[in-house]
Each structure stands twice: as C-alpha cells, then as structure tokens.
C-alpha cells in the first residue's frame, strides 16, 4: 500500500514517513509544495535529502520505501472559489494558516481524497475537528477523517485528508521513535519558518512556539531581544505587502 503524505520535513510529518516506511513497511509517496515566499523552503528540502540519505545508512531496507517526492509549485495550483470562499470563513475566526486554502485546491484539482496531513494532538486543526472526525482501521494502520456531514460546513475543506497522527503529541512521537531506533533520525528535523542567516531557528516564529510550548522546548534557541524586534519588523514587513 502507497500512502500520499505532505512532507515538510518537520518532526510530525516526518514521523509518519519513518513510521510508516521503518515500522510498518510500507511505501511512502512525499508530496512537498514549493512556495517562493516561505523562508525556510530551502531549509526543508535540505533536510528532507539528508534525513533519506541517514535513513539509507541506517535502514537501507526501508528507505527503499520511498518513492521521489511529488513537488507541487505553489503558483501553479488552480484556483476554487469554492475551497477559498469555506477556508476564509475559517480563518476568520479561528486564524487558519493559508495552507489549508492551496492545498485544498491542490487536493480537488487532482481528484486527491486521501492526502495524508500530519495533524497531530495540541494542533489548532485537531482542535477544530476532533468532534467532527471518525476513525478508520486498515489493517495495521489507522486515520481519522471528517465527516460528510460536519457540525460546520466550511469544515469540509478537509474532506480531501487523512489525519493518522490526530491522537498523538510530540513527545508521544519521541517515545515510539525512541523505542524503535529512529530517535537520531527525529533530531535532523527541521521546524522554524523563518531560519537565521546562520541556519538555526528564530525561536520566534509560530512553529518555534509551538515546538516549544509541546514539550521540545530543547531544541528551541531563547531570542534575543535585537533579534525580536528584528522579527517584529519582519511581520510588519511582510503585512505591508499583502494589503499593497
């Protein structure tokens, strides 16, 4: 069996890949998108091609596994009113990253309903959908999906997505990687979407937050004070050129 998972290389998605590919032998096809805004773009492909060539020293076997990623160029997803008109009615109110407006359009371009979204415990989307989303054996594995029918309807943007990692949090992840070897293979992961000019993390952007505030507060550098207010201009920046 071939899963289709989103992989960023950050610690979540790239759990489900070792997994998958190491525990449960099965096969992984990657899909990454390509955004020329993001900062850390580099950073995650960089750390996914060393992460698959770690694993082909340590489990040779089921690095064999995976299959090349999928890359998707962000400006060439088509547009959907449809998917854009439910995710705005989400982000405002629950303040939704974009994500779940391209990708969603991705998925229903390519007739994808099983897309793999490494959305895990303490995660807003687990949040908003854990009331709405039933659970489906197969085999030795397991996912969550959303139902047809949710309690609200712009929940139906995540119609096209799996969710194996619902009930899990970051430091249940250390655990099984721990206990099955792949613990080291964690540590190469890469979170911080806004990286400094020296290739460590801000320790201020969202995913550092929340890398921090689940329990792997380690692997998260304190800022300093000339670097948050760097970051502040940063954000105010970034905002300036959405409204112009």
Not at 176 to 188: D, K, L, P, S, T
Not at 209 to 234: H, I, M, W
Request: hydrophobic share 30%; glycine share 4%; proline share 6%.
């Amino acid at each position: 069996m071939t899963h289709n998972v989103l992989w960023t290389g950050g610690w979540d998605s790239t759990f489900r890949v070792l997994n998958l590919v190491i525990e449960k032998n099965e096969n992984v096809q990657p899909y990454y998108v390509l955004d020329p805004v993001r900062p850390s773009t580099e950073m995650e492909l960089r750390t996914m091609a060393s992460i698959k060539e770690q694993l082909e020293r340590d489990f040779p076997e089921a690095s064999k596994n995976i299959y090349p990623t999928i890359e998707i160029k962000k400006e060439d997803i088509p547009l959907s009113e449809d998917i854009t008109k439910e995710y705005n009615k989400l982000a405002s109110s629950d303040r939704l990253g974009d994500q779940y407006d391209w990708l969603g359009r991705y998925a229903i371009s390519r007739n994808l309903d099983h897309l793999e979204l490494s959305v895990h415990l303490h995660d807003k989307v687990q949040g908003l959908i854990q009331n709405d989303a039933y659970k489906v054996e197969d085999e030795n594995d397991h996912y969550y999906r959303v139902k047809a029918q949710p309690s609200r309807p712009e929940y139906s943007i995540f119609h096209p997505y799996r969710f194996p990692l619902l009930e899990l949090s970051k430091l249940d992840m250390e655990k099984v990687a721990r206990e099955n070897g792949y613990q080291h293979i964690m540590e190469m992961t890469w979170f911080c979407h806004t990286p400094k000019k020296n290739g460590t993390p801000c320790g201020l952007c969202n995913p550092c937050k929340y890398t921090r505030n689940e329990g792997l507060q380690r692997r998260v550098p304190d800022p300093s004070k000339a670097e948050e207010f760097g970051y502040f201009l940063f954000k105010v920046k970034r905002r300036l050129k959405k409204i112009i």
